[in-house]
């Protein structure tokens, strides 16, 4: 259920329906938490912010370590800016930016599946 309190609290509304990121965050292949050292925002309102920053846990999966640094693409948004509807749940910038930690949910190949990424205050 914590999947339907991160999807209630986030910037934009999701129009898929709850068990399609559900189903993400069980089927991915790497949960990590990462140290958040830099986030470059979009040009425009919205797009992609690149989370860099180093791996301090694994939750599960072989592929990152500890220690090893990381390049995450996050769907992300600033204040005001109106996405297109659709089932991607975009962080907001400012908030995003001074995260010092986040948890990614990712595919094989060391992608966010289905915009799975949760900002963190503390390491957990």
Known sequence: MAVLATLAAGPA?????PYVY?????D???IIVLRVK???TPAGGYGVCLVKGVVRR???GST???GMAVALDVPCM?????????????????KLVVSKYG????????????????QLTQLP
Do not use: C
Not at 80 to 94: C, E, L, N, S
């Open 58 to 60: 694994v939750e599960r």
């Open 64 to 66: 990152f370590k500890p």
């Open 28 to 30: 991915a292949a790497s």
């Open 103 to 118: 948890r990614a949910w990712l595919d094989a190949e060391g992608h966010v599946v289905v915009s799975q990424y949760e």
């Open 38 to 40: 830099t986030v470059t």
């Open 13 to 17: 509304f999701a129009l898929m329906p």
């Open 22 to 26: 559900e189903n993400a965050r069980r």
């Open 78 to 94: 600033k204040a005001g800016a109106q996405p297109p509807p659709g089932g991607t749940i975009y962080q907001q910038v400012d």
